[in-house]
C-alpha cells in the first residue's frame, strides 16, 4: 500500500486553486521580507573592512591545493601556509613541486607534495588515501589546477579534448568524493572550486576550456543545493494489508423429522384370582396343586437414543450423519500500521562550506601571448590573496576583478547581436585570443 502526501487532486478544483494561489503569495512575501535582509547584510559586509570583520581562522587546518607546481597554485601555499595551515600540493610535475616546497620551507613553514597525474582517477584516489594515512583529514580542498591548449574546435585532437576535461572538471569529481565524506563526518570542511570568467562567457579558441569552466560553475552550484537542501528521507514501504477473508455461507441445516410415535405397548392383562381351594377332608391325602406359572415380567421399553445435532433420522430409527458444517475460517489479524517517522536530513551540512572563484586572465604563462584591450591581466599574488579572503569570509562566489560582475547581466538582456557586437568591436576578446601562443600547461588559472 502506498502512502503519498495529499495533494490538490483530493480537493474540489477550487479550493485546489485557492490552495495554490495562497501558497505561492505565502512564499512570496517570505521571499521579498527575506530578501530586504539579505541586501542589507551584504551592503553592511561591503562597507566593513576585513580588519574589523571576523574572519575565519585556517591555523591547524590541512589545505589541499591541486596544480600546486607553480602559478596561483604556488603563492597559495605560501600564503596559506603564513596563516598556519598545513599545505598538501598536489601535480604532475616533480620539479615544480620542488621548487614550490623550496619556496615554503624557506619561510620556516611545513609541506607535504606529491606527484598526481589528475586525468588518471585511480591515481587521484590512491593519492587522497595516502595524504589520509600520512598527514590527517583533509579540511580544506582547493581544486585549482588545470590545462588549455588555446586551438580551435576543429584543430583540437580529440586526446586533448579528453585531457582538459580529465584536468579542469572530472577531477573535481574524484577530489570531492575523495575528502567530501570526512568532511561531512568532521562537521567541518571547505570546497574550492576554481573556474574562470571563460566559464561565464565564451571564449574564442577555447571551446574545450570554456567547456570545462561553464561545468566547474554547474558542478560548483550543485553541490552547494545538496550541501545546503534537506533531503526528505523516503518513507518506509508500508506492507500490504491482507483481504479479509469472506466467511463462506453455511448451508442450511436440514429439519430432523419427527420422530413416529412408538406403537403403543399393550397391556398386561391382570392375572385373574385363584379359586378358593376347598378344604379337603384331613384323612384324605391332598393332591398337589399345580404349579402356578410365573407371571412374565413386562419387557421394559428400551431408551431412545438421544438424536445429536445436525445428525438426521430417517426411518426405520436408522440414526445416518448429516453433512458436516465447514469450519468458520479466522479473519486475519490487520498487521499495525508502522509509525511514519521524522523527516530527516539527508543533507542540510551548512557546516560545509562550498566557495566558486572565477577569475579573469592572470599572468601565469598559462594564456602567453594574449593581450586583453580594457584589463590587463591579473597577477598571481593578487589572486591568491583574494581567494583566500574570500574563503576566510565563507563567501560562495568569488569574481576577479569585481567589474566584470556588471558585465554578466548583459548576456541575458541585451540583444544576441549587441553582445556580439560588444564582445567584438569593443572589448576585442577574440582579437586578444587570436594571438595566443597555445602553449599546454597544467598549472592553476
Known amino acids: 500500500m502506498k502512502f503519498e502526501e495529499p495533494t490538490g487532486e483530493s480537493l474540489p478544483p477550487r479550493a485546489s486553486n485557492l490552495s495554490k494561489v495562497f501558497d505561492v503569495a505565502r512564499d512570496t512575501v517570505i521571499f521579498l521580507v527575506l530578501s530586504c535582509y539579505y541586501i542589507l547584510e551584504s551592503m553592511f559586509l561591503t562597507l566593513v573592512p576585513n580588519a574589523i570583520r571576523p574572519m575565519k581562522s585556517l591555523k591547524g587546518d590541512v589545505v589541499v591545493v591541486t596544480g600546486g607546481a607553480g602559478g596561483v597554485g604556488r603563492q597559495l601555499a605560501l600564503?596559506?601556509?603564513?596563516?598556519g595551515a598545513k599545505v598538501v600540493v598536489w601535480d604532475i610535475s616533480s620539479e615544480g613541486l620542488k621548487k614550490t616546497c623550496a619556496d615554503v620551507t624557506d619561510e620556516g613553514y611545513e609541506i607535504v607534495s606529491y606527484v598526481v597525474d589528475l586525468a588518471d582517477r585511480e591515481a587521484v584516489?590512491?593519492?587522497?588515501?595516502?595524504?589520509?594515512?600520512?598527514?590527517?583529514?583533509?579540511?580544506?580542498?582547493?581544486?585549482?589546477?588545470?590545462?588549455?591548449?588555446?586551438?580551435?574546435?576543429?584543430?583540437?585532437?580529440?586526446?586533448?579534448?579528453?585531457t582538459t576535461y580529465k584536468v579542469n572538471?572530472?577531477?573535481?569529481?574524484?577530489?570531492?568524493?575523495?575528502?567530501?565524506?570526512?568532511?561531512?563526518?568532521?562537521?567541518?570542511?571547505?570546497?574550492?572550486?576554481?573556474?574562470s570568467?571563460?566559464?561565464?562567457?565564451?571564449?574564442?579558441?577555447?571551446?574545450?576550456?570554456?567547456?570545462?569552466?561553464?561545468?566547474?560553475?554547474g558542478f560548483h552550484e550543485a553541490l552547494f543545493t545538496?550541501?545546503?537542501?534537506?533531503?526528505?528521507?523516503?518513507?518506509?514501504?508500508?506492507?500490504?494489508?491482507?483481504?479479509?477473508?469472506?466467511?463462506?455461507?453455511?448451508?442450511?441445516?436440514?429439519?430432523?423429522?419427527?420422530?413416529?410415535?412408538?406403537?403403543?405397548?399393550?397391556?398386561?392383562?391382570?392375572?385373574?384370582?385363584?379359586?378358593?381351594v376347598p378344604k379337603v377332608p384331613k384323612v384324605a391325602k391332598?393332591?398337589?396343586?399345580?404349579?402356578?406359572?410365573?407371571?412374565?415380567?413386562?419387557?421394559?421399553?428400551?431408551?431412545?437414543?438421544?438424536?445429536?445435532?445436525?445428525?438426521?433420522?430417517?426411518?426405520?430409527?436408522?440414526?445416518?450423519?448429516?453433512?458436516?458444517?465447514?469450519?468458520?475460517?479466522?479473519?486475519?489479524?490487520?498487521?499495525?500500521?508502522p509509525k511514519v517517522p521524522k523527516v530527516a536530513k539527508a543533507h542540510g551540512h551548512s557546516s560545509i562550506h562550498a566557495t566558486l572563484v572565477c577569475p579573469y586572465y592572470i599572468n601565469t604563462g598559462m594564456f602567453d601571448?594574449?593581450?586583453?584591450?580594457?584589463?590587463?591581466?591579473?597577477?598571481?599574488?593578487?589572486?591568491?590573496?583574494?581567494?583566500?579572503?574570500?574563503v576566510r569570509k565563507n563567501e560562495v562566489n568569488c569574481i576577479m576583478p569585481g567589474s566584470v560582475r556588471y558585465l554578466l547581466p548583459l548576456k541575458c538582456l541585451l540583444p544576441a547581436k549587441m553582445c556580439w557586437d560588444l564582445m567584438h568591436r569593443v572589448m576585442k576578446g577574440p582579437q586578444s585570443m587570436m594571438e595566443f601562443k597555445g602553449k599546454r600547461k597544467v598549472a592553476g588559472g
Open 369 to 390: 601571448g594574449v593581450t586583453p584591450r580594457l584589463m590587463p591581466m591579473l597577477e598571481p599574488q593578487y589572486v591568491a590573496a583574494t581567494m583566500i579572503e574570500s
Open 286 to 337: 391332598v393332591a398337589k396343586l399345580p404349579t402356578i406359572p410365573k407371571v412374565p415380567q413386562v419387557a421394559k421399553v428400551p431408551n431412545m437414543p438421544k438424536v445429536p445435532q445436525g445428525f438426521k433420522v430417517t426411518k426405520g430409527h436408522k440414526v445416518t450423519k448429516g453433512p458436516k458444517v465447514p469450519k468458520v475460517a479466522k479473519v486475519a489479524k490487520v498487521p499495525k500500521v
Open 79 to 83: 600564503q596559506l601556509a603564513r596563516l
Open 226 to 276: 545538496e550541501l545546503r537542501v534537506p533531503k526528505v528521507t523516503k518513507l518506509p514501504k508500508m506492507p500490504k494489508v491482507p483481504q479479509v477473508v469472506k466467511v463462506p455461507k453455511m448451508p442450511k441445516v436440514p429439519q430432523v423429522p419427527k420422530v413416529a410415535k412408538l406403537p403403543k405397548v399393550p397391556k398386561v392383562p391382570k392375572v385373574s384370582k385363584v379359586a378358593k
Open 125 to 162: 584516489y590512491a593519492t587522497a588515501e595516502r595524504v589520509k594515512n600520512e598527514v590527517g583529514k583533509v579540511d580544506m580542498l582547493i581544486n585549482n589546477a588545470g590545462t588549455v591548449f588555446g586551438q580551435t574546435l576543429l584543430e583540437l585532437s580529440d586526446a586533448a579534448i579528453e
Open 169 to 195: 572538471i572530472l577531477s573535481h569529481y574524484w577530489t570531492v568524493k575523495a575528502f567530501l565524506p570526512d568532511m561531512i563526518s568532521s562537521g567541518k570542511g571547505h570546497i574550492v572550486t576554481v573556474g
Open 197 to 217: 570568467v571563460a566559464g561565464l562567457l565564451g571564449t574564442y579558441r577555447c571551446t574545450d576550456y570554456s567547456g570545462t569552466k561553464f561545468a566547474t560553475v
